[in-house]
């Protein structure tokens, strides 16, 4: 039986120990291992997603025991992400140089600005600035090619009522996606769908999720226990909220969901509103 990737050269004992792969060709040579093929496999997010009432429940009583004063303003910054990897390529995360990527997506994106340096393997450009919208390419860690779309905006809380808005993505949004779902460029198998260096984010390697911050509102010590200080997570429905540190009297929260579909990402932002309103 082979012990290393014909294609990048990865061997056995280095998938063990990252759970890493180092291009789309990994899976035909771990197949030969069906032990540790099978572990691997097991890691692709579930395709269905929905969000027990028993879930919802628990999070609302949680956020509930923690709201922020009616007077003081919420903000929520949404993200959607899209991540890749191009067709017959070792993946950045064991090749550690964006340069191809670098030059397709400059060649593709006249708007594109330039990258720097975030760490020492990753890289960063700007897309959109449209706004309260903002588009990042990031380049090199595990996702290899990462499409970032944040919205933010401030909600306020006035005799009842919120000035909650659901988010419309850009015009430039719908070509930026016709791009990055095209399975002919990207890395693609039909049963593990878009591969990335992990297989946690294969199969649609999407996700989206909301980030509030209630980081005005000062919290009254004497009423805060060490209960409060909390953090749930229901990873196998795709949701996770946490609210794990009280920080200088200043609280975060942040819901999660992985791979959903049009239908799913409303039903899910309907239920952060009905959480948090």
């Known amino acids: 039986m082979p012990k290393h990737c014909a294609y990048c050269g990865l061997s056995l004992d280095q998938f063990v120990a990252y759970g890493k792969f180092g291009c789309e060709y990994c899976i035909d040579f771990l197949k030969q291992h069906t ?14 997603f929905e ?6 429940s628990e999070t609302r009583n949680k956020f509930q025991s923690l709201k922020h004063g009616s007077h003081k303003p919420l903000y929520v910054s949404t993200r959607y992400r899209i991540a890749r990897n191009f067709k017959k390529q070792i ?28 760490s020492p393997q990753i890289r960063f450009a700007n897309l959109i600035t449209e706004r309260d ?13 990462r499409l970032e779309l944040i919205h933010k905006q401030e909600i306020h809380h006035k005799d009842g009522r919120s000035s909650w808005n659901s988010f419309h993505f ?32 294969a199969r649609r390697a999407d996700r989206i999720s909301i980030q509030m911050s209630t980081s005005t509102t000062k919290v009254d010590w004497d ?3 060490e209960e409060m200080n909390w953090e749930i997570g229901f990873e196998e429905n795709g949701i996770r909220f946490a609210g794990k540190e009280l920080k200088n009297l200043e609280l975060s929260l942040t819901f999660s969901v992985k791979n959903f579909t049009r239908k799913r990402k409303n039903h899910f932002l309907s239920s ?6």
């Open 170 to 201: 850009p015009a430039k949004f719908h070509t930026l996606v016709h791009f990055f779902r095209n399975p002919n460029l990207f890395s693609h198998r039909m049963d593990w769908g878009y591969l990335n260096s992990c297989p946690t984010n």
């Open 91 to 118: 993946f950045p995360f064991f090749r550690k140089d964006t340069n191809y990527e670098e030059s397709i997506l400059a060649q593709r994106f006249d708007h594109l600005g330039k990258f720097s340096n975030i």
């Open 223 to 225: 009423s805060v226990s």
């Open 51 to 56: 969000i027990p009432e028993s879930i919802l």
């Open 272 to 277: 952060v509103n009905s959480i948090v309103l």
């Open 35 to 48: 032990f540790i093929y099978e572990r691997a496999i097991s890691r692709i997010p579930d395709k269905i």
């Open 133 to 145: 919208w903002k588009g990042n390419i990031i380049l090199g860690d595990e996702d290899g090619i």
